[in-house]
């Protein structure tokens, strides 16, 4: 069964631009979740979309949008970006049912730099 | 929310040694999972672990759910075991999952 696959895994961009990424979960997996990480930090939770909805959101301003298709795939997309903003932005994959067998996988990330 | 604490924040372990990871959280979970960070970032899977005990070769892992902890052992730890060490908890599947700070360790040759 193959992994999940995040595209592209390296971007750079420069500020006021905007930027989309995107995940493919694993076969099967309805929820896709996406976090950020900067250096130094935690992984810092963005939002979670479960069959299409966004089910969950983390404490992002509004120029973090994402969402998913039909497929299960899940685009993110930041706009006027910030120097801030340069980090690694991780996507999971899960089938989202029962938490007690929803185990997530990650992902190898896309690396963003902000100019 | 539920709040998540790993110990230590560092380690540094000469190769060989054994190791103990903690991860606190402040109230029941249905749901338990510990990765380990690659320098490359990528996180891989460890451990699917909300209750009791699990080994996979020299990694083992106890979660005692009515205590609220986990445990990570790591015995004759090699360099390729440097990187961060997560666990991540989640309750129902209307919350977030949420992550440990986790403990970077550092194994010297």
């Known amino acids: 069964k193959a992994g999940v696959t995040q595209t592209p895994r390296y971007l750079i961009k420069t500020r006021g631009q905007q930027v989309t990424l995107s995940c493919s979960p694993i076969?099967?997996?309805?929820?896709v979740s996406w976090y950020q990480q900067t250096p130094g930090q935690g992984l810092q939770f963005l939002f979670e979309?479960?069959?299409?909805?966004?089910?969950n959101k983390g404490n992002f301003p509004g120029r973090f949008s994402g969402r998913q298709f039909s497929n299960s795939r899940s685009e993110m997309n930041v706009s006027t970006l910030e120097l801030g903003d340069s980090a690694l932005y991780l996507c999971?994959?899960?089938?989202?049912?029962?938490?007690?067998?929803?185990?997530?996988?990650f992902g190898p990330g896309t690396r963003l730099t902000v100019l | 929310g539920i709040q998540v604490e790993q110990s230590p924040p560092d380690l540094i372990l000469q190769e060989g040694a054994n190791s103990t990871l903690r991860c606190n959280f402040s109230?029941?979970?249905?749901?338990l999972q510990w990765f380990h960070q690659n320098p490359w970032g990528q996180l891989i899977n460890l451990f699917y672990?909300?209750?009791g005990t699990k080994q996979n070769g020299r990694l083992s892992a106890t979660t005692v759910a009515t205590e609220r902890y986990s445990l990570l052992y790591i015995s004759s730890s090699q360099t390729t075991d440097s990187g961060v060490y997560f666990c991540?908890?989640?309750?129902?599947?209307?919350?977030?999952?949420?992550f440990g700070p986790g403990t970077s360790l550092s194994v010297i040759p």
């Open positions: 999971a994959s899960s089938l989202g049912g029962d938490p007690r067998v929803n185990e997530q996988f």
């Open positions: 076969s099967g997996h309805r929820s």
């Open positions: 979309y479960f069959s299409e909805t966004q089910r």
């Open positions: 109230d029941s979970v249905n749901n």
């Open positions: 672990i909300p209750s």
């Open positions: 991540a908890v989640l309750k129902t599947s209307y919350d977030k999952v949420i």
